[in-house]
């Protein structure tokens, strides 16, 4: 089973907005990553964040973590159209398999 | 420096022929994972191997075998393939369990 749900599944926008994207997980995590995945490949890393750690920035990214919720939230902002992509969180438990479990993914649309 | 290098790219087997999926990576990383994804799903942990010498089982790998050959390679063994076996697999690789995972490019599998 799919430790993580991404919400939405799927969302298109016009480049310039901002895009987020959430995740639920259902056991304490070690940490919570997000991958990008463009169609046909393989995935992309774009950021990791520990579970001590409630917010992290990366150039136009911005992640958030709140462990008390179970829930963390990819945030795009002025996306491109070559951001249009799926977008996957995965977890790493705190005890135990130290492997990701991954999401379902949202698939990304920007328009241009 | 080539990252995660998968083959083949593509295969079409029959039910019941057996073939070997190939992985290496030039990262010097010690863990190393197979994963399958399904159309319009994340990714499954089928066998990962958190250091040379080890092997264990991820969340679907039933009609798996692995073999970790060395520090670079870890290859992933279809013995007698099953429709339900279609799929994309992906390899990858990292530092060590449960940091960032850099992945192969994948190899797209269809069992008729």
């Known amino acids: 089973s799919q430790q993580g749900e991404e919400d939405p599944q799927a969302l298109s926008i016009q480049e310039g907005e901002n895009a987020t994207m959430n995740c639920s997980y259902k056991t304490s995590i070690n940490n919570l990553q997000w991958y990008r995945q463009n169609s046909g490949r393989g995935l992309v890393h774009l950021i990791l964040?520990?579970?001590?750690?409630r917010e992290k920035h990366s150039g136009r990214l911005r992640v958030t973590l709140d462990t008390s919720k179970k829930s963390s939230s990819l945030l795009i902002t002025a996306s491109r159209a070559a951001d249009t992509a799926s977008y996957f969180c995965a977890t790493v438990g705190d005890t135990g398999r130290r492997a990701l479990t991954f999401g379902s993914g949202t698939r990304l649309q920007v328009q241009p | 420096n080539a990252g995660v290098t998968q083959t083949p790219k593509f295969q079409v087997l029959k039910t019941g022929q057996s073939m070997t999926l190939q992985c290496a990576q030039d990262?010097?990383?010690?863990?190393m994972y197979w994963y399958r994804q399904d159309p319009g799903m994340g990714l499954r942990l089928i066998y990962y191997s958190a250091s040379e010498g080890t092997t264990d089982k991820g969340e679907v790998p039933n009609g798996y075998n692995v073999s970790r050959l060395n520090k670079r390679e870890f290859s992933l063994r279809l013995e007698s393939a099953a429709p339900s076996q279609t799929s994309v697999y992906f390899c990858a690789s990292s530092e060590m369990e449960g940091y960032t995972q850099y992945f192969g490019p994948g190899t797209r599998l269809t069992v008729l």
């Open positions: 990262m010097n990383h010690n863990s």
């Open positions: 964040i520990r579970s001590n750690e």
